[in-house]
Structure formats: structure tokens, C-alpha cells
């Protein structure tokens, strides 16, 4: 794992940036109807990604750090079901972007937490 600085720094942070702008982008075409249901709930859990890895950046004990990532990768979880619903919902045509995106978030948050347990 990379020294770094700040949170920015983290090309796993970086990237769950990246979804994140993209879930506003997709979001802003989902009927008003949906502005406090799927709207909502699916930008909450995108930026819940990147809020807990930047939280969990500072925390100084390894088992901090990894129950915030921990949270950052039951919210990425989330964002996967609400992938599938917005396509089955047909808000969303073609998704195939953001699965892609979310997957190597996924892999990424996956594997930064395996190199802090195998430190522990």
C-alpha cells in the first residue's frame, strides 16, 4: 500500500468519487416521483462509499479503519441492488458503466482491506 497524505490520495477513494458523480448524473433522470424514494436513498449510499473511506483514513487503530471500510462496502452492496433496481425499474437504460465502476471499487476496497488485516 501507497504512503499518502489524504484521503484524495486513495486511488480506491478516488475511483468511489468517480461512481459517485456518476449515480447524481443517472439519478437526475429518474421521474420526480422518486425525488425521496430510489432518488435519495441511492445518492445517500453512494456518498456513504466515499464518506466512510475518508473517515475511516484518519482512524488510527487498523480495527477502526476497517469498520469504517466495512460500512463503505455494505453501502457499495447497496448501490449494486439499486443498479439492478433502476434498470428493472427502466429509469435506466444502460448501466453497464456504473456496474463496471462499482465492481473495481469493490476489488479495490476489497483488497486495501486485506493488506490492513494481514498488518494486523
Known amino acids: 500500500m501507497e504512503k499518502t497524505k489524504k484521503f484524495e490520495d486513495l486511488l ?4 468511489g468519487h468517480v461512481f459517485v458523480l456518476m449515480v447524481y ?3 437526475k433522470q429518474f421521474p420526480k416521483e422518486e425525488v425521496y ?15 466512510n473511506i475518508a473517515e475511516g483514513y484518519k482512524r488510527l487503530s487498523n480495527k477502526e479503519k ?3 471500510y466495512n460500512i ?3 453501502s457499495l452492496e447497496e448501490c449494486r441492488y439499486f443498479i439492478i433496481l433502476a434498470k428493472d425499474l427502466k429509469y435506466a437504460k444502460n448501466v453497464d458503466k456504473e456496474r463496471e465502476l462499482i465492481q ?4 479495490m476496497l476489497n483488497a486495501y482491506c486485506r493488506s490492513i488485516v494481514s498488518k494486523s
Open 12 to 15: 480506491v477513494w478516488k475511483k
Open 104 to 107: 473495481e471499487v469493490s476489488k
Open 25 to 27: 448524473k443517472l439519478t
Open 72 to 74: 463503505a462496502q455494505a
Open 66 to 68: 476497517l469498520r469504517f
Open 37 to 51: 424514494g430510489l432518488t435519495s436513498q441511492f445518492r445517500r449510499a453512494a456518498v456513504s462509499i466515499t464518506a
